[in-house]
C-alpha cells in the first residue's frame, strides 16, 4: 500500500501563488505522481504529473507556464507550485500514484485525500 497525504490548500487572491505538497509513505513505488483537481459539479481533470526517476514532467494546458510539478527522491515527496492564480483553478486538488507518467485518472492506484485550493476575484 501507498499512503499519500496532501497539505498546503488554501485561499487567495486571484494573481496569487500556493504550494501543495503531497507526502508518500508505504512500499516503495518507483512509477509516477500526479495531480488533479475537482471543482464543483465538474469531472476530475488531470494537473501535472512527474515521473519519480528522471523527473520527466507533462502538465495540462490550462495550466502550462504557471503551474510547476517536483518531486524531493529522498524525503518521497511532491509538490505543486501554483502561480498566477485564476478564480477556475478553484478546486479540490488531489496527488495520486501510478505505474507510469499518465494524464488519466485511471492509471493511477493509490490516492490522497485531497487539499481545498480557493481562488476569490
Known amino acids: 500500500q501507498v499512503q499519500l497525504v496532501e497539505s498546503g490548500g488554501g485561499l487567495v487572491q486571484a494573481g496569487g501563488s500556493l504550494r501543495l505538497s503531497c507526502a508518500a509513505s508505504g512500499r516503495a513505488f518507483g512509477g509516477a505522481m500526479g495531480w488533479f483537481r475537482q471543482a464543483p459539479g465538474k469531472e476530475r481533470e488531470f494537473v501535472a504529473a512527474i515521473s519519480w526517476t528522471f523527473g520527466i514532467t507533462h502538465y495540462a494546458d490550462s495550466v502550462k507556464g504557471r503551474f510547476t510539478i517536483s518531486r524531493d527522491n529522498v524525503r518521497n515527496m511532491v509538490y505543486l507550485q501554483m502561480n498566477s492564480l485564476k478564480p477556475e483553478d478553484t478546486a479540490v486538488y488531489y496527488c495520486?500514484?501510478?505505474?507510469?507518467?499518465?494524464?488519466?485518472?485511471?492509471?493511477?492506484?493509490?490516492w490522497g485525500q485531497g487539499t481545498q485550493v480557493t481562488v476569490s476575484s
Open positions: 495520486a500514484a501510478a505505474q507510469r507518467l499518465a494524464p488519466t485518472a485511471d492509471e493511477y492506484e493509490y
